[in-house]
């Protein structure tokens, strides 16, 4: 059972931000865009004040940001996220991560074990088959920018030339843990 101190509590084995890092994270980059549109929006209605145009970009990225922490964090996608591993695969690194899977970004989990790279999907995607890749397959892992924006991607290619991208927290960390197990 999670209790809510646990929000604010990061494994070793994760790469996971804490509860107001995702508040921060998910909430102002939402404000910015939601501000932004309406800020546009304001000035073809003839809305009163820049002020009131700040406000709503603030206050909802506020609520997008918290929205996005709790529901990351709940019991819920926990549970649903969550991996099995055999008694001879033991776990290296876990975080949350999306999976850029053709036209969706699904939400999830990625871990990486001694044997595996696996990416367990939440069921509010469209998409909700698990992705696995033996280490064995894997080529290269390298990190990547989201929208040419954000240095938040890590780009997997197999020895087939398939290639996997993923948004995860730290594609560093990610990158140097897979690495020492291809080569």
Known sequence: MHCWFELF????????PSFWQYVIMGGIPFGAIF?????????LMGMPSLHSILW?????GLLFGLAIAFFTNSVSIIKQT?????PDESLILAGPANHLKTVEARGGRLYLTNRNLMFQPHK???????MSISVKDISEAKTSWTFWI??????????DHASERFVVNSPGKWRKAIMPLIA
């Open 9 to 16: 509590i990061v494994n070793s084995m994760e790469d996971k």
């Open 35 to 43: 501000g932004t549109s309406m800020g546009i929006f304001g000035i």
């Open 56 to 60: 709503i970009g603030l206050s909802s």
């Open 82 to 86: 969550s991996v099995e591993l055999p």
């Open 124 to 130: 509010i995607n469209f998409q909700t088959s698990p």
């Open 150 to 159: 954000v240095p938040n991607g890590l780009v997997i290619k197999t020895k």
